[in-house]
């Protein structure tokens, strides 16, 4: 297995701390999970970045929900990165902490050219999810 940046992949026997991309669920001890690099990006763009992401190496259920922010992820720190609809980063990213991911995504959606957010993790920048403008409203 290789992702579309060449790296070797293998799963891993994770420790309970990976989010799956997948199913927007932290691992359980025990569970195996594949760490790639992705471009979460449509098209190419200049501020576009390849980075981490993890998925459930033995399949999940992907995640159906509605809520602005996933259950799983409503009580940790986020990295909120807000993006214009032509994929520009519209203005400084910002630190969420733990339970206020909702009220700051509302803030920065404030500003008009605000299409969309991508939703990192704290500590290793991993790409979790997008919140779309009309999700956040």
């Given at each position: 297995?290789?992702?579309?940046?060449?790296?070797?992949?293998?799963?891993?026997?994770?420790?309970?701390?990976?989010?799956?991309?997948?199913?927007?669920?932290?691992?359980?001890?025990?569970?195996?999970?594949?760490?790639?690099?992705?471009?979460?990006?449509?098209?190419p763009a200049l501020y576009q970045e390849v980075g981490p992401v993890f998925i459930h190496a033995d399949g999940c259920e992907r995640y159906a929900g509605s809520e602005m922010i996933p259950p799983a992820f409503a009580a940790r720190p986020?990295?909120?990165?807000?993006?214009?609809?032509?994929?520009?980063?519209?203005?400084?990213?910002?630190?969420?902490?733990?339970?206020?991911?909702?009220?700051?995504?509302?803030?920065?959606?404030?500003?008009?050219?605000?299409?969309?957010?991508?939703?990192?993790?704290?500590?290793?920048?991993?790409?979790?999810?997008?919140?779309?403008?009309?999700?956040?409203?």
């Open positions: 297995m290789r992702d579309d940046y060449g790296n070797d992949l293998t799963a891993k026997v994770d420790d309970g701390t990976g989010p799956c991309r997948h199913c927007l669920q932290y691992a359980k001890p025990g569970d195996r999970l594949i760490l790639f690099s992705y471009r979460p990006f449509e098209k986020l990295i909120l990165r807000p993006y214009t609809s032509e994929h520009a980063i519209a203005d400084s990213q910002v630190f969420a902490p733990a339970g206020r991911a909702p009220e700051m995504a509302a803030a920065l959606f404030e500003n008009p050219d605000v299409a969309y957010l991508h939703v990192r993790s704290v500590s290793r920048g991993c790409y979790l999810f997008r919140i779309e403008r009309f999700s956040a409203l």
